[in-house]
């Protein structure tokens, strides 16, 4: 399958992830890691980390300059958002792909709020204020892998708000900066398993070796 290269390099970590499925899933849904992180401090480490071991492990270095990943065949840029890319017969194919990178990020705090479900309860409480109460995840898995020899996250999940229903597959990477992939798609768009093999090309690039790094068209 063709693909083209992209650089993750700094865009804003904003909030914005447009999913318009026959005018629905069109809100703020993608969760940045220093929201995550933030709603780990104030419910998570401050019970269950001590303050000096969360700190020894922020300090661990990796030394990364950017995230690189494979998108598939027919995913072009957002002219409106930074940092995402819409399928070409978007709107009637309403699947996305949207990245952020994010700074400072608690790497620690990010984990607990993963393991403890606080991503889970804030993810739908965010669906839930941009689509309504009836909004609800029914189905949800989260499980900590590694990527270029950092901790990430591999997140799943489904929402559903009346007969409509939105999957969504998140990676974050926790190097110096927190690299959020987070792919989107309408139900019936049946992209998972393109996005599973762009998933896999994730990579990590580190300073040292950024000169040599080359991103083709």
Do not use: W
């Amino acid at each position: 399958m063709k693909k083209k290269t992209i650089a993750v390099l700094a865009a804003a970590a904003g909030l914005t992830a447009v999913l318009a499925a026959g005018g629905m899933f069109a809100a703020d849904t993608v969760m940045a890691a220093e929201e995550i992180a933030a709603l780990a401090d104030s419910t998570v480490l401050q019970s269950t980390v001590n303050a000096e071991l969360a700190a020894v492990h922020k300090n661990i270095i990796y030394d990364d300059a950017s995230c690189t990943l494979m998108l598939p065949v027919g995913y072009v840029a957002s002219e409106e958002t930074p940092g995402m890319y819409l399928s070409e017969r978007h709107p009637v194919d309403s699947s996305n792909i949207y990245y952020t990178v994010s700074e400072n990020v608690d790497r620690r705090g990010l984990e607990e709020a993963v393991d403890s479900g606080e991503y889970r309860e804030a993810a739908e409480r965010k669906f839930k204020e941009a689509y309504g109460e009836e909004a609800k995840i029914t189905a949800y898995s989260a499980e900590k892998g590694e990527i270029s020899g950092c901790p990430s996250y591999k997140i799943e999940l489904s929402c559903k708000v009346g007969d409509m229903q939105m999957d969504q597959l998140v990676y974050m990477i926790a190097a110096d900066h927190v690299y959020t992939i987070t792919y989107s798609q309408s139900a019936d768009d049946e992209k998972m398993e393109e996005f599973e093999e762009s998933a896999e090309t994730i990579r990590v690039v580190f300073k040292e070796e950024a000169e040599t790094v080359t991103v083709q068209p």
